[in-house]
């Protein structure tokens, strides 16, 4: 089946870098998602990544994927206090009009 | 592109009530998602519709929940009747299929008393 894991908290300071974690288990994956939820929104598309790349960098943001440990990344260079947010992973199997399975959520608190 | 639309955004309604939530996709956009997010549960996927057609409805509570999309450009989420557990906040999402983007909605925070 499937399954997104997600650590819960992540604080770091402003203009560190940001590193995110998420681990998933089916392997027939084909799109891996970052999403942004700001607090009373809906979630925003950050960044996606076919399950063929390793790699894909989009301003502040790098996506990495090993696809042989399950295990995808999202950095954020230079954090912003604006970054606050939580961030979801979640990957779609077949092409993308199936189904998203979303992990539990990241919550960043960037301090000042 | 005024994105995903949903509407109420906020419904705050009495227990046994019925509860209709509204959904207006991207023009053009084939597949239609309807997510539940709590606190206890996080995000769910509830259905999802492929070219009007609903494709999986197996994270749809129980009975009481019910989707329609009679046309492209808009579904409906029903509970009849509503219960204080079905309070959260209720997302549409669209999507091209094969564009490898979902947009969501702001979605509708819905409150049973």
């Known amino acids: 089946g499937e399954d997104v894991e997600q650590s819960l908290f992540l604080s770091v300071r402003e203009g560190d870098s940001s590193v995110i974690n998420c681990t998933y288990t089916?392997?027939?994956?084909?799109?891996l998602y970052w999403y942004k939820q700001e607090p009373g929104a809906g979630l925003q598309l950050l960044t996606y990544i076919f399950s063929n790349m390793d790699m894909k960098q989009d301003q502040r943001l790098t996506v990495l994927l090993n696809k042989k440990d399950k295990h995808l990344s999202l950095r954020i260079a230079d954090t912003q206090t604006g970054d606050s947010a939580i961030y979801f992973c979640?990957?779609?199997?077949?092409?993308?009009?199936?189904?998203?399975?979303f992990g539990g959520g990241t919550r960043l608190m960037v301090k000042p | 592109d005024a994105g995903v639309i949903q509407s109420p955004r906020h419904e705050v309604t009495e227990m046994g009530q019925e509860v209709t939530l509204r959904c207006k996709p991207i023009s053009g956009h084939n597949s239609l998602f309807w997510y539940r997010q709590t606190m206890m549960r996080g995000l769910e996927l509830l259905i999802y519709?492929?070219?009007?057609?609903?494709?999986?409805d197996s994270g749809m509570p129980e009975d009481r929940f019910s989707a329609k999309m009679p046309n492209a450009s808009f579904s409906t989420l029903k509970i009849q009747p509503s219960e204080p557990r079905d309070s959260a906040v209720y997302f549409c999402?669209?999507?091209?299929?094969?564009?490898?983007?979902?947009?969501f909605g702001s979605g509708t925070r819905l409150t049973v008393v």
């Open positions: 999402a669209s999507t091209l299929e094969g564009s490898g983007g979902y947009t």
């Open positions: 089916d392997s027939s994956s084909t799109y």
């Open positions: 979640a990957e779609s199997i077949g092409n993308a009009g199936n189904m998203l399975t």
């Open positions: 519709f492929n070219n009007n057609v609903p494709i999986d």
